[in-house]
């Protein structure tokens, strides 16, 4: 079974402030997923990569398949960017190997 | 389309009592899956299906869990007895492909006295 791990557990930065969220894991994996989940609960899909980056608005999510790593940065932080982060490493089968969760990234924006 | 929907949002029972949350998928859409998420273990993969076919369910935690897809547009998680540890958020996704992004529904909050 994938071991994966985030860092840090909680974050507090001042608002503008350039945010870097770690996810590493133990076996390779098909993909990986950023997730946000909000103060009052809901999830929301940020990314979906299996190589190289991808940028959404402030957000970029990067993935090194060699050595097991992948980042979340949030440039010109604000807010509302306050909300738990989520990495989950998708198994290279289908099937027993499923999603694995990292605990979670808590993040805290201040004004 | 309005999205993954759950029911209901909140449920409070007593235990021993059956559970029943409910999950409408987005249309369309092959694999669903039911997620709990506690504050101890974090969210866990209970189980997953492809065309309405249990596919994985080796997070499903004991017998008293049962997850089935009737028809493409309707699943159920079912948990009978209930128990106190089973306090937690479920939530149920869905995909198009296996390799694809997942749709979250907004969760059902289960109390378990």
């Known amino acids: 079974k994938n071991e994966v791990e985030q860092s840090p557990q909680n974050l507090t930065a001042q608002e503008g402030e350039f945010i870097t969220i770690n996810c590493s894991y133990s076996?390779?994996?098909?993909?990986l997923h950023w997730l946000q989940q909000h103060p009052g609960g809901g999830i929301v899909s940020l990314f979906m990569?299996?190589?190289g980056k991808k940028k959404h608005g402030r957000l970029i999510a990067t993935i090194n398949i060699q050595e097991k790593h992948s980042s979340l940065h949030i440039t010109a932080s604000h807010p509302r960017d306050s909300a738990v982060y989520i990495c989950?490493?998708?198994?290279?089968?289908?099937?027993?190997?499923?999603?694995?969760f990292g605990k979670g990234t808590h993040l805290i924006i201040q004004p | 389309d309005a999205g993954v929907i759950q029911s209901p949002r909140h449920e409070v029972t007593e235990m021993g009592q059956e559970v029943t949350l409910r999950c409408k998928p987005i249309?369309?859409?092959?694999?669903l899956f039911w997620y709990r998420q506690t504050m101890m273990r974090g969210l866990e993969l209970l189980i997953y299906?492809?065309?309405?076919?249990?596919?994985?369910d080796s997070g499903m935690p004991e017998d008293r869990f049962s997850a089935k897809v009737p028809n493409a547009s309707f699943s159920t998680l079912k948990i009978q007895p209930s128990e106190p540890r089973d306090s937690a958020v479920y939530f149920c996704?869905?995909?198009?492909?296996?390799?694809?992004?997942?749709?979250f529904g907004p969760g059902t909050r289960l109390t378990v006295l």
């Open positions: 989950a490493a998708r198994g290279a089968g289908g099937g027993a190997d499923g999603l694995t």
């Open positions: 076996v390779g994996i098909s993909a």
């Open positions: 990569l299996s190589s």
């Open positions: 996704a869905s995909s198009t492909l296996w390799v694809d992004e997942q749709f």
């Open positions: 299906f492809n065309n309405n076919v249990p596919i994985d």
């Open positions: 249309s369309g859409h092959d694999y």
